[in-house]
């Protein structure tokens, strides 16, 4: 006598189950979810600003963060010889890079401790000064066959006042060589490089918000 179709089923669901309990792993690898961190402290080389200064009353809000055209996800890149863009297997940011770089930026701003609030995009306040990042380049490429490989990073960045009268563009770029061709180091060369071009955003934005004409009613 055949055994109903509902008993054949749940022994097979059965079996199976006890397969998996017995150490059955699958074979895809796991994804990998990567993180960056700020800078501590102020940026090498940013202007002194004391206390009481002009900018310790101001506040800046770090705008949403956009990104040219195939960097708005969370896939670590590879940048090809023929400049096609490939990605590591199995490796993410934890986070879509946009939404990376804006809590880096945020953070980096805070840490120089120069402004009296420095806002994310998600704050619903008004400010003084705003600041945006455009993400140019973020991406790993091989200079040489058999070599680790280097790593870019490129912002374009606008500081405006809240009248959205535009007070700076300007460029940063940085890049950082990973010792190894392992995941571990090329993230680290990522790190390395984003608080580098972080460091030197800081820098040029406190830079043009202590510029005489750049606060609000100048």
Request: aromatic share 6%; proline share 8%; glycine share 8%.
């Amino acid at each position: 006598m055949k055994a109903p179709p509902s008993v054949v089923v749940a022994g097979v669901l059965l079996a199976l189950g006890l397969a998996g309990c017995s150490g059955l792993r699958s074979s895809v690898p796991e994804t990998v979810s990567y993180v960056l961190r700020a800078p501590g402290g102020a940026a090498p080389g940013q202007p002194a600003v004391a206390p009481g200064g002009p900018l310790a009353a101001r506040s800046l809000k770090v705008v949403r963060v956009v990104a040219q055209p195939g960097y708005d996800g969370d896939r670590i890149l590879l940048l090809g010889a023929d400049r096609s863009l490939g990605h590591y297997a199995s490796s993410r940011w934890v986070e879509p890079l946009p939404a990376v770089i804006g809590t880096l930026a945020v953070e980096t701003l805070r840490n120089a401790a120069a402004l009296r609030t420095v806002l994310d995009e998600s704050a619903p306040f008004g400010s003084d000064f705003t600041l945006r990042l455009t993400i140019r380049r973020f991406d790993a490429e091989y200079p040489a066959a058999g070599a680790p490989p280097r790593v870019t990073v490129s912002f374009a960045c606008t500081v405006a006042r809240a009248d959205r009268t535009i007070l700076a563009n300007f460029v940063v770029e940085s890049r950082a060589d990973a010792p190894a061709d392992r995941m571990g180091a090329v993230v680290a060369a990522f790190e390395q490089a984003t608080q580098q071009a972080l460091d030197e955003t800081v820098r040029r934005t406190l830079a043009t918000l202590q510029a005489p004409d750049a606060l609000p009613g100048a």
